[in-house]
């Protein structure tokens, strides 16, 4: 079913959902919700009129337009192809930390690492995948896990795979450079081993060192487009992104993950997700948002 589609049509298109500078009318939001929808399969409806103003209110002003009605007309012809990619930029969240749900991160060093990193030194392939890896934050954790066990993994065919719909984030995660404040759930001790403290646009910023940015690839990738992968994942985290989709994006995602996992491979995903749909009889809930694959080896690519 289309975000349109549950939008309250007792009232006329014209009803102002949302106010200030520029009034957003139940037909502006109707529209950016199918536009957003299509695009990156993100679920809105009126319950989200006030985050819709305030992420693009300000964007609107800037582009020197009248309002959503010439917003709305911009994003959704040829000519507004980079402001819709920016639309887009605005109204996802990308919240994020240094070990995050910190339980994922316990398991996959006390549980999966150990035999992942055996099969490393005897010259096998070790994949994992932080899909939707917002500004760095969790793929950069991921491989600090990894290199607190195996200083030297990047010598061995072990790598790290970080995506996101947003050029922008990506940007920004690929210069791992961050305030402070973020480093907060960082040890001191791994601070000091793979952080320096450098200046960037006239603040102090701890950027992550070449040794660990080694493991990582970041790519753009929108999962609700081809996977254009040539080979499977060992583990791969998926937290707090799906639930942003409608129930039936959900349980296509997870059917799609569960054919990008290896035999026994490991899935994370958000505190507030489930696995669902017939993906759920192919994984072992086995800790908190923690599944294992454990369906049929033969699978096709999705």
Request: proline share 4%; with cysteine; hydrophobic share 40%.
């Amino acid at each position: 079913m289309s975000p349109a589609a549950l939008f309250d049509h007792k009232h006329g298109p014209d009803e102002c959902l949302a106010s200030g500078e520029y009034p957003l009318t139940r037909r502006d939001l109707t529209e950016i919700a199918a536009m957003i929808y299509a695009d990156a399969g993100i679920y809105l409806n009126e319950t989200k009129a006030s985050l819709v103003y305030s992420r693009l209110s300000k964007h609107i002003r800037n582009l020197g337009l009248r309002g959503f009605r010439d917003y709305c007309a911009l994003v959704s012809s040829p000519e507004g192809a980079a402001a819709r990619r920016d639309m887009l930029s605005h109204l996802t969240t990308n919240f994020t930390r240094f070990f995050r749900e910190n339980h994922h991160f316990e398991h996959l060093k006390g549980e999966v690492l150990p035999g992942l990193i055996e099969r490393a030194k005897n010259g096998g392939r070790v994949r994992i995948w932080s899909a939707a890896c917002s500004d760095g934050q969790e793929p950069y954790s991921i491989a600090l896990t990894v290199l607190g066990l195996l200083p030297n993994a990047a010598d061995y065919d072990f790598r790290i795979l970080a995506t996101d719909i947003d050029p922008k984030i990506l940007a920004a995660a690929r210069l791992g450079a961050y305030d402070a404040g973020a480093l907060e759930t960082v040890t001191p001790a791994m601070r000091k081993q793979w952080f320096e403290e450098v200046e960037t646009g006239g603040r102090q910023k701890w950027r992550i060192h070449d040794r660990v940015k080694r493991l990582i690839t970041f790519n753009e990738l929108n999962l609700m487009s081809q996977w254009p992968f040539k080979g499977q994942f060992d583990v791969i985290f998926c937290r707090n992104v799906v639930i942003y989709f409608d129930e039936q994006t959900q349980m296509r995602i997870w059917s799609r993950f569960a054919g990008m996992l290896v035999q026994g491979g490991h899935l994370y995903i958000g505190h507030s997700e489930r696995v669902s749909g017939d993906a759920k009889g192919l994984f072992d809930n086995i800790g908190i948002t923690t599944y294992r694959y454990t369906g049929k080896a033969s699978k096709g690519r999705p």
